[in-house]
């Protein structure tokens, strides 16, 4: 022992206090024989730490564990400089000839809220002491504190966890595991986690997958009440008495690390009033005129770059192989999308004609049976069962929902609803209609035509526009040709208000349904004729007569109208679209798929479906607007949605994906008196309840 470091004693250090944080270390330093029983009291345990202080107990200690002092050990001109407590963590490195880091950066950075304070020639030394669970900082481990002066206290903290004296308390020290390295004995309190970020952001990444840490934040590290909430969240979802101990085992770890996501956040779906929430925040800085979900846009859509090939994947079948194949399909020119924010302003505020603002009373039907029946020809109407969609939040006035599955190949139906066949103002998620009915007149004049060879022209103008780029630039509102109300009205112009309402009823049954209006526009081209460009002869001409009146319809009939379109290429012939042929719906199937609406996109994102998915198709339109009569928001959502599903847990027996098939309408309404508030309310209530429909029919659950 040097000449000024007097005899060592075994008792305790009577001038620190038992609660002091350091205690345990200075007197363990006591009893091995490093400092002296008056060492504290000489020194001061808040006192600075001097160069050649620290450097004669360094070299003292080496009786006990440390080597002598490296050849290479920067020692500054004058040996009685104050250390910093960067330059003291570095001064035991170099002691202890630890390995550095050559990138030093990540170390620091994610582990300290200063480690850019860092001196850069103490960087590496620091990283290693810190991986090394050398470094100890108090009273937060994640302040370093690296330009303040070192004390005494840490001085002696510091030299214990050299040592390998396990006496500092843990809360201070710096650690260093990975989630794929835990011990199986390891039993880590949560608190313990503060000291280790890299384990941290190990589990802020895999809670990420889950949604439980968000999405838009980079996991940072910190254990901050956040990332605790979220980890709890986690063993209260998958039942882990982890959730009770708050403790990290080699039991959490696995999970954290083997989650199924898709089976997780069909757990977490249940609770449907957060993810209402969920989708709710998403409305800040949203109004009735630009919606979160509404006018999304198939922009961002990951599905934007698959709508070619719906028509290609609606063709398969349930006896596909569990890797489905991508089908040929034929394409069309392509066209640029992304433009001006969506504009809606001309539809919504067109009220409805006052006879038609009350629901009439339903068309007799027959008996709901429980067993799937065959789709059913045109004019009959399936049996609806309205119990099973209870489920459904009170804002959803109507609803109507077709599941439909493949028996020995053949496609079988099963119908649900709420107020399904009630009649209503269903606003611009009719206007595909026109389009369906003027496939039907083109094949009925020439069944060989292709829509897609076909364009409207005006009888006076030489400009012409494809029916498949009307159709897009109708349900997407990029006004790339003009606005979607007029383009609709043009189309409307093709047959006579009671010639297509007649051939309405013929399809879906319901006699009662109403469909004489326009959408509160003037027609894009007045008197427009269909012009087949391979015969070089007009097909078709306007009809010359205006509509005019209320549009009164079903969910069914837009359910019905919706389903006929996605399974043409399954169905009978008597129950398919009167003489439409597939060639010419698909590019209706294509312009469908860019709708500016995407509440199943956001479904299939919360639920994590998107890398179980095979052979997707999502076609929809949406309606939207204030009746000024019924003094409330009303939003309207009609798709058909199909793909193969490829959860580990779905594939059957025989290794074959199952279908997932179904059309859907919905009708939702409030009045508030605040419109804004009103239509973000009804765009995340929409969002919440597709994605239940689709959590329900994942898990085939309508109890």
């Known amino acids: 022992m040097p000449d000024d470091l007097p005899a060592s004693s075994n008792t305790a250090l009577a001038s620190v206090e038992s609660d002091h944080w350091a205690a345990a270390a200075i007197l363990t330093l006591v009893e091995n024989n490093i400092v002296s029983r008056d060492w504290a009291s000489q020194h001061g345990l808040d006192a600075p730490v001097a160069r050649d202080e620290l450097l004669r107990v360094l070299e003292w200690g080496q009786h006990s564990a440390l080597t002598m002092l490296s050849d290479d050990d920067p020692a500054p001109a004058v040996e009685t400089a104050m250390l910093t407590r960067a330059e003291g963590i570095a001064l035991l490195i170099d002691r202890l000839r630890y390995l550095k880091p050559l990138v030093p950066e990540p170390v620091l950075d994610i582990y300290f809220e200063d480690g850019d304070e860092v001196p850069a ?3 590496a030394a620091l990283a290693a002491a810190t991986l090394s669970g050398l470094v100890v900082s108090y009273p937060n481990v994640r302040r370093l504190q690296p330009q303040a002066p070192l004390d005494w206290a840490t001085a002696a903290a510091l030299l214990c966890q ?8 843990p809360q201070y020290v710096t650690w260093y595991a990975r989630l794929d390295t835990l011990d ?3 039993a880590i309190p949560f608190w313990r986690l503060r000291g280790n970020a890299y384990l941290v952001r190990d589990i802020q990444t895999q809670l990420q997958q889950v949604r439980l840490y968000p999405r838009d934040r980079k996991p940072d590290g910190r254990f901050s009440l956040d990332t605790q909430t979220a980890l709890l969240e986690f063993c209260q979802v998958l039942q882990l008495p982890s959730g009770q101990t708050y403790t990290l085992d080699a039991s959490l770890a696995k999970r954290l690390q083997t989650v199924d996501v898709v089976d997780f956040s069909l757990r977490v779906a249940k609770n449907r009033d957060r993810i209402f929430r969920e989708y709710l925040k998403q409305e800040a800085g949203f109004d009735a005129a630009h919606l979160a979900f509404l006018d ?26 569990k890797t489905v194949q991508t089908p040929t399909t034929k394409t069309s020119s392509p066209r640029p999308y992304p433009r001006s924010a969506l504009r809606r302003a001309a539809h919504l505020f067109t009220p409805l004609a006052a006879h038609a603002a009350t629901p009439s009373a339903s068309p007799t039907r027959p008996t709901f049976c429980p067993v ?29 929902l077709c599941l439909g599955q493949f028996v020995n190949q053949q496609l079988t139906t099963t119908w649900l609803g709420r107020s399904a066949l009630a ?22 004049k020439a069944i060989q035509a292709d829509i897609d060879q076909l364009v409207i022209r005006s009888g006076g103008r030489s400009t012409e526009f494809s029916i498949h780029d009307l159709a897009v630039d109708m349900v997407n509102y990029e006004y790339d040709i003009s606005s979607s109300n007029a383009l609709a009205a043009m189309f409307k112009l093709f047959t006579t208000p009671q010639t297509l309402e007649k051939w309405l009823r013929s399809i879906t049954g319901n006699t009662q349904l109403v469909f004489r209006g326009n959408y509160g526009e003037g027609p894009f081209i007045g008197r427009p004729v269909l012009w087949d460009q391979q015969r070089q002869q007009v097909l078709l001409a306007a009809s010359g007569v205006r509509h005019g009146g209320p549009n009164a319809l079903s969910t069914y009939d837009m359910t019905r109208l919706m389903t006929m379109l996605g399974w043409h290429p399954h169905l009978l012939a008597s129950a398919q679209l009167p003489r439409a042929q597939w060639k010419s719906l698909e590019s209706v199937v294509r312009a469908l798929g860019r709708d500016s609406a995407r509440y199943v996109d956001a479904a299939i994102e919360r639920l994590g479906l998107r890398p179980v998915m095979q052979s997707p198709v999502i076609i929809s339109k949406m309606g939207f607007g204030y009746s000024s009569q019924r003094r409330r928001t009303e939003l309207v959502y009609s798709a058909f949605v199909q793909f193969f ?29 605040d419109n804004d508030r009103e239509a973000t ?23």
Not at 162 to 169: E, N, R, S
């Open 121 to 123: 020639d103490l960087r």
């Open 162 to 169: 050299g040592l390998g004296f396990a006496v500092v308390p």
């Open 184 to 186: 199986q004995s390891a």
């Open 296 to 321: 999304r846009g198939i922009q961002k859509s990951p599905f934007e770059k698959l709508v070619e090939e719906y028509p290609g994947y609606l063709r398969l079948k349930p006896s596909a192989p």
């Open 372 to 400: 799937p029946q065959p789709y059913p020809d045109r004019g009959v109407l399936p049996s609806i069962e309205e119990a099973r969609l209870k489920f459904l939040h009170a804002d959803i006035q109507q609803a109507c």
């Open 423 to 444: 009649n209503g103002e269903l606003w611009s998620a009719t206007k595909v209609l026109p389009l369906l009915h003027l496939i039907s007149q083109v094949h009925s």
């Open 645 to 673: 599903d490829a959860r580990p847990q779905a594939i059957e027996a025989n290794g074959v994906a199952p279908l997932r098939s179904f059309g859907l309408t919905l009708l939702a309404a409030k009045r508030l008196g």
């Open 681 to 703: 309310l009804l765009d995340a209530r929409l969002a919440a309840e597709v994605t239940e429909i689709l959590r329900r029919i994942l898990l085939d659950d309508w109890a």
